[in-house]
């Protein structure tokens, strides 16, 4: 059974950093593509970054493009997101994903973690 449990989500002040992380279980980790999404009240679910099995491949969504840096170590399990000059429009749930190829569709989901940036 698959488990992403991600951790580091909380409350910062505009212009400050997160790093969010999501540690997998049930799967070999280092087969994956690993991403990560967020959902903001009363928006729809939308993606942000992603990194495939084999780094360096990595892709972001315009709006983090810049200031949010996607990383994993294989070794660990773990996906990274670290979060950069954060904005309040940043607010949202942050969700991990597990897709089993690079721009494929994701097969699992992780609980979410609140991130939220006060101005």
């Known amino acids: 059974q698959v488990h992403l449990v991600e951790s580091g989500g909380g409350l910062v002040q505009a212009g400050g950093s997160l790093r969010l992380s999501c540690a997998a279980s049930?799967?070999?980790?280092?087969?994956?593509?690993m991403g990560w999404f967020r959902q903001a009240p009363g928006k729809e679910r939308e993606f942000i970054a992603q990194i495939a099995w084999r780094v360096p491949y990595t892709r972001y969504a315009d709006s983090v493009k810049g200031r949010f840096t996607i990383s994993r170590d294989n070794a660990k399990n773990t996906v990274y997101l670290q979060m950069d000059n954060l904005k309040p429009e940043d607010t949202a749930v942050y969700y991990c994903?597990?897709?089993?190829?690079?721009?494929?569709?994701?097969?699992?989901w992780g609980q979410g973690t609140q991130v939220t940036v006060s101005s």
């Open positions: 049930g799967l070999t980790f280092s087969n994956y593509a």
């Open positions: 994903t597990v897709a089993e190829s690079y721009r494929g569709p994701n097969k699992y």
